[in-house]
């Protein structure tokens, strides 16, 4: 459905009025596309006291394909090295290097702050540190016209190399719905792409919840970067799963992922592994607790959180998923912040998130495997586009950019995740919802 507040916001007439009213002013967001692969702009590269990483970080973000300066009058992007910063002292250089150029910052730019984790060997640093993520957020809420504003932490053992594919994603038309968010690496090994126009070529990925609305856009996305890609939705849904694998080259499975049999069915249609799995199958059953029959609480447990649980046990248990493979889970805001009416649903996204934090590290260690999630916000799809008027205009205003997210905004961070230089990013929970004012 059509935002036609965004696109009233955009005629002079509107801006006017909105202005007038005090209204949100939503910016229309850049995001990719064939023509667009890049922002538009110099990438400014700064740094907060001094670093041990300057001259590597300065290899890394010469990967983007944007021209990286010291000083520039209207840069696309700023990255912040505050990697160097170990006390609260230490955080007033953080404000002298942002402070002259916040307002340069091109419409549709992009702020990364690069930190380090907090530890709890030191807690100075530890204060500073932390301190870093009550700025981004802020700043998050502050910058507007469809800029964002993150901070990534680099391990402390770690090199900027890692960072390399994380950088690529932030500071890429691809991050448009993303902001206010804290990215930790881990000191795994990135892995290589050989070829960035198309960092899939060779991988076999399969997308659950597939036939429409987010599940085909993840799949398109995959098959755009070059993937073979194995869709699958429940029979029911099988024609328009068919239409989407035809459009996009892609094989079809109809396959309810509930079925006892599902893991050994996906293995079979993968008979030389699977590179890429994204859980992204999902059903809402909503009605307050005191309304809820024990059978809508059951359905959705078992669709979003259960048969994630054991078709990943199993495919890792039989070796389906190759070396160097990716799992990417679907959560959603309401896990993290709750909803009401959706206490069974709220439940089971909360549990995928469990399921990334706890799983994440083990896989890695054991299976050469990463596992993250998105958590999407409003997203502007069939569903969202049922519920009622002024709900769904809430859901769209209330986050920093002040207006709905696309499928495409999802696709996009699954597709980073799922490459194989994202090695380092691992049990990471991303939030694609243009920093929803709800939860953390």
């Keep these: 459905m059509a935002d036609r507040y965004l696109h009233l916001t955009g005629t002079a007439p509107g801006r006017f009025l909105t202005r007038r009213l005090g209204l949100p002013q939503p910016a229309p967001l850049r995001r990719w596309t064939l023509e667009t692969p890049r922002l538009d702009g110099p990438l400014l590269h700064l740094t907060a006291g001094t670093s041990a990483i300057r001259d590597g970080l300065a290899k890394a973000l010469a990967t983007t394909g944007l021209t990286v300066e010291t000083r520039a009058a209207r840069p696309a992007g700023i990255v912040l090295d505050a990697t160097g910063v170990t006390s609260a002292r230490g955080l007033a250089e953080v404000h002298a290097a942002l402070h002259p150029v916040v307002r340069s910052l091109a419409p549709g730019g992009r702020i990364v702050v690069i930190g380090t984790p907090p530890t709890v060997e030191d807690h100075h640093q530890a204060a500073a540190q932390q301190a870093l993520e009550g700025f981004v957020r802020s700043l998050g809420k502050e910058v507007g016209r469809g800029s964002t504003v993150q901070l990534l932490r680099l391990p402390a053992d770690g090199t900027s190399e890692a960072a390399e594919s994380t950088l690529h994603f932030l500071l890429s038309p691809r991050s448009a719905y993303v902001s206010g968010q804290v990215i930790e690496l881990t000191s795994a090994a990135p892995g290589s792409v050989p070829d960035r126009s198309a960092p899939l070529a060779g991988r076999t990925a399969l997308v659950t919840g597939a036939a429409r609305g987010i599940g085909a856009s993840v799949a398109s996305v995959l098959?755009?970067?070059?993937?073979?890609?194995?869709?699958?939705?429940?029979?029911?849904?099988?024609?328009?799963?068919?239409?989407?694998?035809?459009?996009?080259?892609?094989?079809?499975?109809?396959?309810?992922?509930?079925?006892?049999?599902?893991?050994?069915?996906?293995?079979?249609?993968?008979?030389?592994?699977?590179?890429?799995?994204?859980?992204?199958?999902?059903?809402?059953?909503?009605?307050?607790?005191?309304?809820?029959?024990?059978?809508?609480?059951?359905?959705?447990?078992?669709?979003?959180?259960?048969?994630?649980?054991?078709?990943?046990?199993?495919?890792?248990?039989?070796?389906?998923?190759?070396?160097?493979?990716?799992?990417?889970?679907?959560?959603?805001?309401?896990?993290?912040?709750?909803?009401?009416?959706?206490?069974?649903?709220?439940?089971?996204?909360?549990?995928?998130?469990?399921?990334?934090?706890?799983?994440?590290?083990?896989?890695?260690?054991?299976?050469?495997?990463?596992?993250?999630?998105?958590?999407?916000?409003?997203?502007?799809?069939?569903?969202?586009?049922?519920?009622?008027?002024?709900?769904?205009?809430?859901?769209?205003?209330?986050?920093?950019?002040?207006?709905?997210?696309?499928?495409?905004?999802?696709?996009?961070?699954v597709a980073w995740f799922a490459q194989p230089d994202s090695g380092a990013v691992n049990g990471q929970v991303l939030r694609v919802c243009g920093q929803s004012l709800l939860g953390a």
């Design 223 to 413: 098959a755009r970067d070059g993937a073979r890609v194995i869709v699958l939705d429940v029979p029911g849904a099988q024609d328009d799963l068919v239409r989407t694998a035809d459009r996009l080259g892609a094989t079809a499975l109809p396959l309810d992922i509930t079925a006892p049999d599902a893991a050994a069915r996906i293995a079979a249609a993968a008979p030389d592994g699977l590179d890429v799995l994204v859980h992204n199958a999902g059903i809402t059953r909503d009605r307050r607790l005191a309304n809820m029959p024990a059978e809508r609480w059951a359905q959705v447990i078992e669709v979003n959180l259960d048969s994630v649980l054991r078709t990943t046990d199993e495919l890792l248990a039989s070796g389906a998923l190759n070396r160097g493979g990716r799992i990417v889970a679907t959560a959603s805001i309401a896990g993290i912040a709750g909803n009401d009416g959706q206490t069974n649903y709220a439940a089971s996204k909360a549990g995928v998130i469990g399921l990334v934090r706890s799983l994440g590290p083990r896989a890695a260690a054991e299976h050469g495997v990463t596992v993250n999630a998105v958590a999407p916000g409003f997203i502007e799809t069939r569903m969202t586009a049922a519920v009622p008027f002024l709900i769904r205009e809430a859901g769209r205003r209330m986050n920093s950019l002040s207006q709905g997210g696309l499928p495409a905004d999802v696709a996009e961070a």
